[in-house]
């Protein structure tokens, strides 16, 4: 590659108005030569493939965005069958039931914390939970289901127990009840972690012969994977999730697309903050796959992405 080759792109300055539209925004990033904007680009392009192209396309994310608004972009995406498999933690749980049955507050990073536990809230980043939208809320409504579904039966796959649990929300608002609805399944690694987790502790504790086989989820996901002709995955935050989903693709001799966003740096050599560049070592992504490392706030690149791409 010569010096010619590497000088086709001029930077070209980005010009908006008042009426400039998401799409628009994004076709700008392409040509701006700037930095995050030209990844957020690249990771617009590799979805709109990922998308729309026949792929199993996976989506892995941390639990504490589902405190957030971004809760919203996710759901969509679930709605229009846009993704077909999920992989996540816990805490995905908690803040989806706790949010359809209840209500968190936009609060601040900076108010005393041990005020606020004399309050009764919980404090989540700049998210504000009050006591009464959480714990014995989930509670209620987790050992009600629970109750139910044992008299079906002892033993549940985690996928199954939480797709019969998504059907039982009825509520637009719940990615659980959508997942459950356009069969889409949820797979939580750590099902153990977490308030939910702990209410099917709790559950076991009186109900000995109530069952939880993660393996058989480890069964259907195997399935899903050597079934698939082409896999793609968005991987928002690090962590389990995104372990898990990489973790199973390099069976198949890993990913063919991969857009990964994340605040963490490689530095400490965490799976957290390793470049997909690494994955290549593992198998777990294709030499060849079209992929980007996106650095910043989920809550702020994931809408624009999507919004853009609805657009």
């Not at 680009?41 to 199993?56: D, G, Q």
């Not at 892995?60 to 992989?87: C, H, Q, W, Y």
């Not at 559950?203 to 000995?208: A, I, K, S, V």
Request: glycine share 8%.
């Amino acid at each position: 590659m010569d010096k010619k080759d590497l000088l086709k792109e001029p930077v070209r300055d980005m010009h908006l108005s008042r009426n400039s539209t998401l799409k628009e925004l994004m076709d700008q990033f392409s040509e701006s030569g700037g930095f995050t904007s030209a990844k957020i680009s690249t990771a617009f392009e590799i979805l709109k493939k990922m998308f729309t192209e026949e792929n199993t396309t996976f989506l892995s994310f941390p639990a504490d965005i589902i405190s957030t608004g971004t809760r919203g972009i996710i759901n969509e995406l679930v709605k229009r069958k846009m993704v077909d498999v999920i992989i996540t933690t816990t805490g995905t749980l908690d803040h989806d039931v706790a949010r359809t049955f209840g209500r968190y507050y936009s609060g601040t990073f900076d108010f005393s914390d041990r005020k606020l536990a004399d309050l009764g809230i919980n404090r989540l980043g700049n998210v504000f939970v009050p006591d009464e939208s959480y714990g014995e809320l989930i509670e209620e409504k987790i050992q009600a289901m629970l109750a139910d579904l044992y008299e079906e039966k002892k033993e549940w796959s985690g996928t199954e127990l939480l797709k019969r649990i998504g059907l039982r929300i009825e509520d637009e608002s719940s990615i659980l009840y959508n997942a459950a609805r356009n069969n889409i399944p949820v797979f939580v690694p750590g099902m153990t972690d977490g308030s939910v987790g702990s209410q099917f502790w709790s559950f076991y504790e009186t109900h000995r012969d109530f069952k939880i086989n993660l393996l058989e989820d480890e069964h259907l996901l195997s399935d899903v994977v050597f079934d698939a002709k082409k896999t793609g995955a968005l991987m928002l935050g690090g962590g389990i999730s995104k372990h898990h989903t990489i973790w199973w693709n390099q069976f198949r001799g890993g990913l063919d697309s991969a857009v990964y966003i994340t605040t963490a740096q490689e530095y400490d050599g965490s799976l957290s903050g390793a470049k997909l560049e690494e994955a290549i070592s593992w198998r777990k992504i294709r030499e060849d796959a079209e992929f980007v490392n996106l650095y910043g706030d989920i809550t702020v690149i994931l809408p624009i992405l999507i919004g853009s791409l609805l657009d």
